[in-house]
């Protein structure tokens, strides 16, 4: 708030929700006939400790090369920054904006914005604009701008095996119970076909094909498996093989395995048949897909 206010923006508030507050400028002066742009974008992150990977404070920017590193650098405080700093040099060289602007940055993006429905209902006059920016997606390369024009949406969820009453000792009883564990993966070792196809049954009935016009377009921006390899830190490119790198990551629904839970997992040995076992499970849905 403190910045947008540095920068030339109006009626900046801090407004208050049943969880994080929303920060909230604007910049009117354009005029009744110019567009506005309401500009969207979260302060909150991910949780992060240094275990995580990281050699410094993830809380501490530092700059290495040119770069800054911090948490939430790019998801989302430098791009709602960038914007910020965007409207300061233009008031500060043009004394004015092309266009009527609002920005709206809240802190709860990262658990599913669970207030973000009631305040949108409460400030609908507020925020009315002809286009909404969201402002939480990056470029493909410093030299080569991106326009994004559809994000996927996500549904999270839990699955938990129970098998016996009681963690078992494997030396009496291994053999004879299906091991939760081993239950579990051969689960979620079902949920793809060696193609990387999703095989649980109606995932895909109302997923929007892609057109021959968007996979023309898409493939303009496509990276090479060699590209994909290096920024990943992988050997080979997984996934349908149907589809190109940039369908897949946009255009297509995943369903990803995000931690599995269950048994010892201390130092040493303990021969322990665990009682239960839990997969956290996301998927990134697209246009249609009901969660």
Known sequence: ADNMQRAGF???AVMPTAGHPVVYGDWLHAGDDAPTVLVYGHYDVQPAVKADGWDQDPFEPVERDGKLYARGSTDDKGQMFIHVKAVEAL???EGKLPVNVKLMVEGEE???SPNLNDFLVEHREKLAADVCVISDTSILAEDQPSIIYALRGLVALEVEVQGPANDLHSGIFGGTVHNPLQA????????HD???TITVPGFYDSVVPLTDQEREELKKTDS???QWARLT???RVWGESEYTIRERVGAR???EINGMIGGFTGEGIKTVLPAKATAKITCRLVADQDP
């Open 224 to 226: 090479t498996p060699e």
């Open 91 to 93: 008031l500060h060289t």
């Open 10 to 12: 109006e009626n900046v």
């Open 110 to 112: 990262e658990i599913g």
């Open 253 to 255: 629904p995943t369903l």
């Open 233 to 235: 830190g992988t050997s």
């Open 184 to 191: 579990l993966s051969e689960i979620i070792a079902k949920l």
């Open 194 to 196: 060696d193609n990387g």
